[in-house]
């Protein structure tokens, strides 16, 4: 079992940012992969970037130049930071452990509100 606690969530103007942290109760070297997803209401679950099996960086097309993925083995934690949020951010972000190619865990979510 793996543990994750997303914190950072909050409500932020258009333009504003936020950074958005997810603890893991395991090292998170050991991961096969991370990421964080989103879902906003009435829609599916998407990527919003992620770390490959290699270590690379992946960013969905919406958030690109905008958003960094990063993360802290001292700390087992993954960040967000999003910069110059749109109101279309809104959502509820998920941090997502992969153990395995077929074995993931997920995150209680936290939510993102951006609006004037």
């Known amino acids: 079992q793996v543990q994750l606690v997303e914190s950072g969530g909050g409500l932020v103007q258009p333009g504003g940012s936020l950074r958005l942290s997810c603890e893991s109760s395991r090292n998170i070297v050991s991961a096969y992969a991370m990421g964080w997803y989103r879902q906003a209401p009435g829609k599916q679950r998407e990527l919003v970037a992620r770390?490959?099996?290699?270590?690379?960086?992946i960013y969905a097309d919406a958030v690109k130049d905008r958003f960094t993925i990063s993360r802290d083995y001292t700390k087992n934690t993954m960040y967000l930071q999003m910069n110059s949020l749109k109101p279309e951010d809104t959502a509820v972000y998920y941090c997502?452990?992969?153990?395995?190619?077929?074995?993931?865990?997920w995150g209680q979510g936290t939510q993102v509100t951006v609006s004037s």
């Open positions: 997502r452990y992969r153990t395995t190619i077929t074995s993931d865990f």
């Open positions: 770390y490959s099996t290699y270590g690379n960086t």
